[in-house]
């Protein structure tokens, strides 16, 4: 069954240093998205990505945050400089066109500590 | 404003009972809807969904129902087993963002008891 993968699973990086996170969403898959959960909160939106374009991004998105699509095949996203409050699970999904909406499938994860 | 989730709501059920799951939903205009499970230390999981256009689905051992006038989801599981032990989320999504963006819930914590 395909799936979504996410490195690393575990990201630590200090105050002020950038990461970036990778995803290799479903192959035949058109719009991918990235989610963040801050530790016990509910899964919060940040972006969604369509046709090499960021189709829509929340509050949270700001310009501290970047995405890319470098190839075929990643999805990547990159905070510039990391604050504390960045610490979060942080998942890419991705999902098929259907009308603009179909289920969305989730990648694993990966764990931002920021110290 | 938001809810602070770091002490979701928790239902206990016993192993073989039936479990409901129950979502308030902030958006009169959304109209599609999603339940993911989300099991500790991995992503959200799709379990079932249902567009605005009917009030009940079901799929295995699962059924969502709808109630779009007081705007509330359910999820129902029929015979809880050990491995239905996670958190629930329902997600709501409207026309008005063209489907990308999917608002979820804080949760719900679903522990079977043998």
């Known amino acids: 069954e395909p799936e979504v993968t996410q490195t690393p699973s575990h990201q630590v990086t200090q105050m002020g240093q950038e990461v970036i996170l990778r995803c290799v969403p479903i192959?035949?898959?058109?719009?991918f998205y990235w989610y963040r959960q801050i530790l016990g909160q509910k899964v919060e939106f940040l972006v969604s990505?369509?046709?090499?374009?960021?189709?829509?991004k929340s509050e949270i998105f700001d310009d501290q945050f970047s995405v890319e699509r470098p190839d075929g095949s990643n999805f990547t996203l990159k905070i510039r400089s990391t604050k504390l409050e960045d610490s979060a699970m942080y998942f890419c999904?991705?999902?098929?066109?259907?009308?603009?909406?179909?289920?969305?499938?989730f990648g694993p994860g990966t764990r931002l500590t920021v110290t | 404003g938001e809810s602070v989730g770091l002490h979701l709501p928790t239902l206990s059920v016993q192993e073989g009972d039936n479990s409901i799951i129950n979502c308030a939903y902030s958006?009169?205009?959304?109209?599609?809807f999603i339940w993911y499970k989300q099991e500790s230390g991995k992503g959200p999981q799709f379990i079932i969904d249902?567009?605005?256009?009917?009030d009940k689905r079901q799929g295995q051992r699962v059924t969502v129902l709808l109630n779009k006038t007081v705007k509330h989801l359910s999820l129902q599981i029929a015979a809880t087993q050990p491995g239905d032990s996670a958190v629930y989320f329902c997600?709501?999504?409207?026309?008005?963002?063209?489907?990308?963006?999917?608002?979820f819930g804080p949760g719900t914590r679903l522990s079977v008891l043998p």
């Open positions: 999904a991705s999902s098929a066109e259907n009308r603009g909406r179909s289920e969305q499938y």
């Open positions: 997600a709501e999504n409207s026309r008005d963002n063209y489907g990308q963006n999917f608002v």
């Open positions: 990505f369509y046709n090499n374009e960021i189709s829509e």
């Open positions: 958006n009169s205009a959304s109209d599609y």
């Open positions: 249902i567009r605005s256009n009917m």
């Open positions: 192959s035949n898959h058109l719009y």
